[in-house]
């Protein structure tokens, strides 16, 4: 029987000991490399994040003079997608519209605005309200007037600063017929709306608005009512390029499409080679390992850009189409209790513009 010289034995697994201690390090330094390789796409995609906190949930609608404690499910009804992004384009008018400010975008603009109350998950209105399962269906028609609203309120950021009026078409609100009664309306007083910027998840923006009403809401016999006073109103708000291209969201695309090629090309290139474990199949293992850790990045990235940039199915626009709301928001009241201020949800609202005369 042949046998390798003891020395020759001695020196290949020397050779294959180190060189497993190289990949190891190897490997362990592609890690540490994460971080760097996420910030290089990132500047390469052109997405720039203003810091590296985010605000939480329990900022969306929450006033920054409130001393609550509020549980943070009870600004804003069920999780939906809240965002904005500040769209840029090299055409002309799209300049001239931005150059108005993106927050003023809203000027002189229509929307019929349908109330759906009842309980929602998270609410802090009493157990009793809305346990039946009833609704209350309200509308009235918003006009978002440039004018500057005077009138301060913890609801806005700075309590007024860069809040306008909204007026309430003929002041009232008509609530929908129920089974043991018919329409009804009710007189309401005109109130006031902002633009909220980096509020939303992942530093979105927000619309917030609201009404006075006269008197309690409801119909004859339901547990589902809404209070005398003022009503409260969040959903996403955002401007677009007058070409409407997603342009976060197609750059990542692109740069995922592009890796899974790369990935492809190479898997194929490894599976041609007899031993995969030579010196030129680890190579190619580094490289794929390499990829993947990119793929994992964008695909983080493409989430986060989903999240600035809403599909078009889930916002409704101005007749212009460079602002959009997202269709559905959170509806709440206010509740004093002492010093502390809370906002109990009463339900949610969806929105649909309506053409100027």
């Not at 964008?298 to 889930?314: I, T």
Request: charged letters at 30%; aromatic letters at 8%; one cysteine or more.
């Amino acid at each position: 029987m042949y046998m390798a010289p003891p020395s020759r034995t001695k020196s290949t697994v020397a050779e294959i000991e180190a060189e497993s201690e190289q990949l190891r390090k190897e490997i362990e330094e592609l890690r540490k490399e994460a971080l760097n390789r996420l910030e290089a796409l990132s500047e390469q995609l052109g997405i720039v994040e203003s810091s590296t906190s985010k605000p939480s949930a329990s900022d969306i609608a929450r006033p920054t003079t409130a001393t609550t404690q509020t549980d943070d499910k009870d600004l804003l009804p069920a999780p939906m997608p809240i965002t904005f992004t500040d769209a840029t384009t090299s055409n002309t008018s799209t300049r001239k519209k931005t150059n108005k400010g993106i927050a003023n975008l809203l000027d002189e603009t229509k929307w019929k605005i349908s109330l759906s109350i009842g309980r929602e998950p998270g609410t802090w209105m009493p157990k009793d309200w809305g346990k039946s399962g009833q609704r209350l269906n309200l509308s009235f028609v918003a006009d978002f007037t440039p004018s500057q609203l005077f009138d301060r309120d913890d609801f806005f950021r700075g309590g007024y600063t860069n809040a306008k009026i909204l007026k309430v078409e003929s002041n009232l609100v008509t609530l929908g017929p129920s089974i043991s009664e018919g329409q009804r309306t009710y007189k309401v007083k005109n109130g006031g709306w902002q633009v909220t910027r980096g509020d939303g998840p992942m530093g979105t923006d927000l619309l917030r608005f609201f009404i006075e009403v006269d008197e309690e809401i409801t119909h004859t016999g339901s547990d589902v009512y809404i209070p005398k006073g003022r009503i409260y109103c969040s959903c996403g708000y955002f401007a677009f390029t007058s070409d409407g291209k997603n342009g976060m969201k197609d750059a990542v695309r692109d740069e995922i499409k592009k890796i899974e090629k790369q990935i492809i090309e190479l898997q194929k290139k490894k599976d041609d080679i007899k031993n995969p474990f030579n010196l030129e199949g680890i190579k190619i293992s580094r490289e794929i390992f390499k990829l993947k850790q990119d793929l994992d990045l964008l695909n983080q990235r493409l989430s986060f850009a989903m999240v600035r940039q809403p599909d078009k199915q889930l916002l409704r626009y101005s007749p212009t189409g460079d602002v959009g709301l997202t269709k559905e928001g959170g509806v709440c009241c206010e509740v004093k209790k002492g010093p502390v201020i809370e906002y109990h949800i009463l339900g949610r609202f969806g929105v649909a513009s309506i053409a100027n005369e």
